[in-house]
């Protein structure tokens, strides 16, 4: 951001408050760099409205400003002080340290320091004027070091292939020269331009069809391999496996099946060996006799009625945790169960309610007795029940 007004007119300031005695601005109107100023200035006090502070004004062009006109690219100037870079910082203090030296700032800083303390505390104009210009002084030192803490390429010469092979020789020379002299130098150059270069050579045509050429010839030496493993027209399935078996000694021996019965049934077995928790490594009482055949029976459905109407009587021998459980599985208490089938008399006398009301319409017919869970299509009664007259 600039200053608009003083960068428009340099070297003429004037005073923006009334009780300014030193004639210097303290207000401005800053815009970017790509924004041109035509004209700017300040009207004198009290010009337009009543205030302490001058009214300030510029001009500029607003179809440049606000659209219409594609400004300059303003460079970029990154800060060359990094607190990443460790060699840039102790290069900045190394300055900082000498040009503080130079102009004696810590021995000054002190002798103001005991000024102040045998004033109790009080700093007078000549103190104040001794205090501004150490801090001008000591800002110029560490501006002129962040300036000198590390050298930063601008981007001044425009970027070409030719000149980044002439950098790249350069640079290798200057680190060729920098071991010679047993200088230090960063090993990581060498370890891109490497990785670099071995890029580069995939890069060509001719490069490519041989990548390509090596990776099929792999492929086809896999295949050829896996083929002469399984064997002439192998399909990749499972043929045979082998299937745990207790000997007549006791002792539990393996057993090879090659029926595809016996191939599926092993292989269930094992899964469930592995996956199924219900099961192992102990059994659960969902699971187990005898609470597994009186829910996944033919009395599966009328059991599982009774113990939600509290009508089921527990078997014995079932520990308390799950006596507990299944005791809690009821109905609430306000809970009322719609009929499971409905029947030629309901449909009927559903349609005759519906004829006396003359409330409803014959769609709203139909839907209500698609809704009761009645198809239409397979009861005898519906042809004259649509054909009430409403």
């Given at each position: 951001?600039?200053?608009?007004?003083?960068?428009r007119?340099?070297?003429?300031?004037?005073a923006?408050?009334?009780?300014?005695?030193?004639?210097?601005?303290?207000?401005?109107?800053?815009?970017?760099?790509?924004?041109?100023?035509?004209?700017?200035?300040?009207y004198?006090?009290?010009?337009?409205?009543?205030?302490d502070?001058?009214?300030?004004?510029?001009?500029i062009?607003?179809?440049?400003?606000?659209?219409?006109?594609?400004?300059?690219?303003?460079?970029?100037?990154?800060?060359?002080?990094?607190m990443?870079?460790?060699t840039?910082?102790?290069?900045?203090?190394?300055?900082?340290?000498?040009g503080?030296?130079?102009?004696?700032?810590?021995?000054?800083?002190?002798?103001?320091?005991?000024?102040?303390?045998?004033?109790?505390?009080?700093?007078?104009?000549?103190m104040?004027?001794?205090y501004n210009?150490?801090?001008?002084?000591?800002?110029?030192?560490?501006?002129?070091?962040?300036e000198?803490?590390?050298?930063?390429t601008?981007?001044?010469v425009?970027w070409s292939?030719k000149?980044?092979?002439?950098?790249?020789?350069?640079?290798?020379?200057?680190i060729?020269?920098?071991?010679?002299?047993?200088?230090?130098?960063?090993?990581d150059?060498?370890?891109?331009?490497?990785?670099?270069?071995?890029k580069?050579?995939?890069?060509?045509?001719k490069?490519?069809?041989?990548?390509?050429?090596?990776?099929?010839?792999k492929?086809r030496?896999?295949?050829?391999?896996?083929?002469?493993?399984k064997?002439?027209?192998s399909?990749?399935?499972?043929?045979?496996?082998?299937?745990?078996?207790?000997?007549?000694s006791?002792?539990?021996?393996?057993?090879t099946?090659?029926?595809?019965?016996?191939?599926?049934?092993?292989?269930?077995?094992?899964?469930?060996a592995?996956?199924?928790?219900?099961r192992?490594?102990h059994?659960?009482?969902?699971m187990?006799?005898?609470?597994?055949?009186?829910?996944?029976g033919?009395?599966?459905?009328?059991?599982?009625?009774?113990l939600?109407?509290?009508r089921?009587?527990?078997?014995?021998?079932?520990d308390?945790?799950?006596?507990s459980?299944?005791?809690?599985?009821?109905?609430?208490?306000?809970h009322?169960?719609?009929?499971?089938?409905v029947?030629?008399?309901?449909?009927?006398?559903?349609?005759?309610?519906?004829?006396?009301?003359r409330?409803?319409?014959?769609?709203a017919?139909?839907?209500?007795?698609?809704?009761?869970g009645?198809?239409?299509?397979?009861?005898?009664?519906?042809?004259?029940?649509?054909?009430?007259s409403?």
């Amino acid at each position: 951001m600039e200053e608009a007004i003083l960068q428009r007119h340099p070297g003429q300031t004037a005073a923006t408050q009334h009780r300014n005695k030193r004639g210097k601005p303290i207000d401005g109107i800053f815009t970017t760099s790509g924004v041109a100023v035509q004209a700017g200035g300040y009207y004198n006090f009290d010009e337009f409205f009543s205030c302490d502070h001058r009214g300030l004004w510029i001009d500029i062009d607003l179809e440049k400003s606000l659209g219409g006109y594609k400004p300059q690219k303003t460079p970029y100037k990154p800060r060359k002080l990094t607190m990443l870079d460790t060699t840039a910082v102790r290069r900045y203090l190394q300055l900082v340290h000498k040009g503080y030296e130079e102009y004696s700032i810590p021995s000054r800083l002190a002798s103001l320091h005991h000024q102040l303390q045998l004033n109790e505390g009080t700093m007078t104009a000549t103190m104040g004027r001794h205090y501004n210009c150490l801090h001008h002084q000591m800002y110029v030192v560490r501006r002129k070091a962040e300036e000198k803490c590390r050298r930063v390429t601008n981007g001044l010469v425009p970027w070409s292939p030719k000149m980044q092979q002439f950098w790249d020789r350069q640079s290798l020379w200057k680190i060729l020269l920098k071991g010679r002299k047993g200088c230090r130098w960063r090993k990581d150059f060498l370890t891109v331009q490497a990785a670099k270069s071995k890029k580069k050579q995939w890069r060509s045509r001719k490069a490519t069809d041989r990548f390509l050429r090596l990776r099929r010839m792999k492929q086809r030496v896999e295949a050829r391999r896996q083929r002469r493993a399984k064997g002439k027209g192998s399909t990749g399935g499972l043929h045979a496996i082998q299937v745990k078996e207790r000997l007549p000694s006791g002792e539990v021996g393996l057993r090879t099946v090659s029926e595809r019965s016996q191939v599926e049934q092993g292989c269930m077995q094992e899964n469930c060996a592995r996956y199924d928790q219900t099961r192992l490594p102990h059994m659960t009482p969902p699971m187990d006799a005898p609470l597994y055949q009186m829910f996944n029976g033919h009395d599966a459905e009328q059991n599982s009625l009774a113990l939600l109407e509290g009508r089921l009587t527990l078997p014995d021998g079932i520990d308390y945790p799950t006596r507990s459980f299944l005791s809690q599985c009821r109905f609430h208490k306000d809970h009322s169960m719609s009929p499971l089938e409905v029947s030629t008399e309901d449909h009927t006398y559903f349609c005759l309610g519906i004829r006396n009301t003359r409330a409803l319409s014959l769609m709203a017919c139909i839907m209500a007795t698609l809704k009761l869970g009645f198809s239409p299509l397979w009861s005898p009664s519906v042809t004259p029940c649509f054909g009430i007259s409403l």
